[in-house]
């Protein structure tokens, strides 16, 4: 995309409640897999957007809550959310990039990755963040992972191109025992978790998007790209969807 575009894409998604699909219910569920944490846990939230999951963790602990995202804007709102909900002192919010994670002398607890982890990619992620985990942390991240083989041709070409190194849950799973973690347990997403809070909203958004940007031709080419990943889903849910995996680390 050109800054145009770039431009374009952050208004479609600007103040949308989540920026992938995600429930306060699937947080509390993959939360609940992890057993003997300590007391008042550190946990690292990377990719946070626009931060509803760093705000059900808030209230699932009593440590502390590192979230980092590399998009300015959604670092500045959720920075004034912690202010006006009194979470100064659990929640710190920094603006970093995954690729280039420096946290000299901390050892987190737990890192959780919701929605996130394709922006470097599963297997990336997993080698690249296990240096900051404890021995025996956690980590929980929702990957988009194929269902069903065989999709469907457009379905195929959408992902091939969004993201080629997308993996079935035994790609995945293998992915994990190979970057030596242990698997913890593993879950999909509902389907009211794309649309109740993301594609419901972001629908809406584009419908007022076409309406604005009808006669022009680059904005309306990121617009349409939106909306037909939303016809995808809708056509296609049973092929594809988000795993939420747990996974432990267990050796240094």
């Keep these: 995309m050109n800054d145009k575009q770039t431009e374009i894409f952050f208004q479609i998604h600007q103040s949308l409640p989540r920026e992938g699909p995600g429930s306060s ?14 007391q008042n846990p550190n946990i690292l939230d990377i990719g946070c957007g ?10 699932l602990i009593n440590g502390k809550i590192t979230a980092i995202d590399n998009h300015p804007v959604y670092v500045d709102e959720l920075k004034q959310k912690v202010f006006h909900k009194g979470l100064s002192d659990q929640i710190e919010v920094i603006n970093a990039d995954m690729f280039a994670l420096d946290f000299l002398n901390t050892n987190f607890d737990i890192i959780w990755v919701e929605g996130a982890i394709y922006i470097i ?12 985990l404890k021995l025996e942390g956690y980590l929980a991240a929702s990957e ?14 959408f992902w091939n191109t969004g993201y080629p190194a997308m993996q079935n849950i035994e790609g995945n799973l293998q992915i994990i025992q190979n970057c030596k973690y242990k698997i913890i347990d593993y879950f999909v997403l509902p389907e009211s978790s794309w649309w109740n809070d993301y594609y419901n909203p972001l629908e809406k958004r584009l419908q007022i998007m076409q ?9 309306l080419e990121v617009v349409n790209m939106a909306q037909f990943e939303i016809d995808l889903y809708r056509k296609y849910f049973d092929y594809y969807g988000y795993i939420f995996y747990i996974v432990q680390k267990l050796s240094n």
């Design 25 to 38: 219910e699937s947080t509390k569920n993959a939360f609940l897999k992890m057993i003997d944490l300590p």
């Design 50 to 59: 626009p931060g509803i999951q760093t705000f059900d963790l808030a209230s």
């Design 121 to 132: 990619g599963f297997e990336n992620g997993l080698k690249q963040w296990r240096p900051l």
């Design 144 to 157: 988009i992972t194929w269902l069903k083989p065989y999709p469907p041709d457009e379905l195929k070409e």
């Design 211 to 219: 309406k604005h940007y009808h006669d022009d031709a680059e904005a």
